[in-house]
């Protein structure tokens, strides 16, 4: 009578749990073709922040979570030479800020998985001071 009673009430609280997850109603949710959303939010764009070199006709901007390979177009030398002005040596990264398309597809090229067309450029500022990353070749 006792395993009965047991196996019943294990049953009942196994039963009566619930395993729903919430997730964002519809309404909450903001979607391409929701109003709330600005311009610049719809027109397929994506804000970097990073690092950037461009170096021996190759580019690359680091962000805190993924490395990407930038192509070469006139924005991005528009870049360049606006990081030229914080570099004191050719191969120094400078922070940056730009909104551009990502893409996964093969280059010729650029070898990176994640490659990036510079669109917009938002800001450019002198690289941060951390003598512990640099590594300093040759002389």
Request: hydrophobic share 35%; charged share 30%.
């Amino acid at each position: 009578m006792k395993k009965t009673f047991f196996i019943a009430i294990i049953l009942t609280v196994l039963l009566s749990c619930k395993n729903e997850t919430k997730s964002k109603s519809d309404k909450d949710a903001i979607t391409l073709e929701n109003p709330e959303r600005t311009e610049k939010q719809n027109d397929g764009l994506t804000l970097l922040k990073g690092d950037f070199v461009f170096y021996d006709g190759a580019a690359v901007l680091q962000t805190h979570a993924n490395i990407y390979g930038v192509l070469v177009t006139n924005k991005m030398h528009e870049l360049n030479k606006r990081a030229e002005s914080y570099k004191s040596n050719p191969t120094d990264m400078v922070s940056v800020e730009i909104r551009g398309r990502v893409t996964n597809e093969k280059h010729e090229k650029i070898l990176w998985e994640n490659k990036v067309e510079i669109v917009e450029i938002l800001d450019v500022t002198a690289p941060k001071k951390d003598d512990k990353n640099i590594v300093k070749l040759g002389n």
